[in-house]
């Protein structure tokens, strides 16, 4: 008997299926699987972080730069210590993490917005003071911004940018060193810290129930969102207002401020107390 190799049989290595499919097959799934691995452990590092004991967060705030350059003027110096003055009156009500002391920035920007920062930090801009009108509108945002705080919802966010820097450097060196370089850079600009709108009702929640125990009312939160909502654009082009930015929008907060005083059992209105008289002097101003 005779042995011998027989030749394949024709067109055995050949697909019936065009090569660039199967390339867009892969292509296709390696981008799933890294869009899921980031979601993952972008929700695991936001879980983790503000979980970290909080001196941790005040140590690394205490290495970047300011966020906002104290006031030049006598009259911004004034509107700072009004501000303030008002925090800690406020943040007295709210259950603080140990060691976080609330610091209250003053920027005379006209920008109208106000947010919460790392290391217990907060920033007022002029614009969004001298659309309030009341001590009480006011008191609504500063004690949204302390219930930001007070969540650490600033250590989630920048758990959330740090854990993309870091899928990222797995698939691309250079792509990870620089995203992780601008999150860090940026640690502590409101750019990163866009909070998610369930952390947004809970800051608002926090804070109406500061208003109850320090007003009686709820008629602060109920002004404070008449005049966001007055605002050219406010729930339209909402990334125009700043400080809705991934806000619920402003018609829906209405219905949880009627909701909320039921929940609290106070009054939806009530007297106002007026503002501070050197934020009350920036009243009037064109944002």
């Known amino acids: 008997m005779r042995l011998e190799n027989r030749q394949p049989a024709e067109g055995i290595n050949s697909s019936s299926e065009h090569p660039l499919k199967e390339l867009a097959w892969l292509l296709g799934g390696s981008v799933a699987l890294v869009v899921a691995l980031v979601f993952a452990v972008s929700l695991s590092a936001q879980w983790i972080a503000p979980r970290i004991p909080y001196r941790y ?58 947010f919460a920062t790392l290391g217990g930090q907060t920033v007022f801009y002029r614009g969004l003071l001298a659309r309030l009108d009341s001590e009480d509108a006011l008191a609504m945002v500063m004690a949204h911004e302390i219930a930001h705080l007070r969540h650490r919802h600033a250590s989630a966010a920048l758990g959330r940018g740090v854990a993309v820097g870091v899928i990222l450097s797995v698939i691309s060196a250079e792509l990870g060193r620089s995203s992780a370089a601008g999150v860090l850079n940026q640690a502590g600009l409101a750019t990163l810290l866009s909070f998610n709108r369930d952390q947004e009702r809970e800051a608002d929640n926090d ?52 909701e909320g005083a039921r929940r609290l059992g106070v009054a939806l209105d009530g007297q106002r107390r007026p503002l501070p008289p050197a934020i009350a002097a920036l009243r009037g101003e064109s944002g």
């Open 57 to 114: 967060e005040a140590r690394l705030a205490a290495s970047l730069p300011p966020i906002a350059a104290a006031p030049s003027s006598e009259q911004g110096r004034a509107v700072q210590g009004e501000l303030q003055a008002l925090a800690d009156r406020l943040a007295a009500r709210l259950d603080l993490p140990e060691g976080m002391q609330v610091r209250v920035g003053y920027s005379e920007e006209k920008t109208i917005n106000a």
């Open 207 to 258: 804070a109406m129930a500061v208003l109850a125990q320090e007003y009686g009312h709820l008629g602060g939160a109920v002004d404070l969102f008449r005049i966001m909502a007055g605002l050219p654009g406010a729930d339209g082009a909402v990334a125009q207002v700043e400080l809705l930015r991934t806000h619920p929008l402003t018609r829906n907060r209405r219905q949880a401020i009627e």
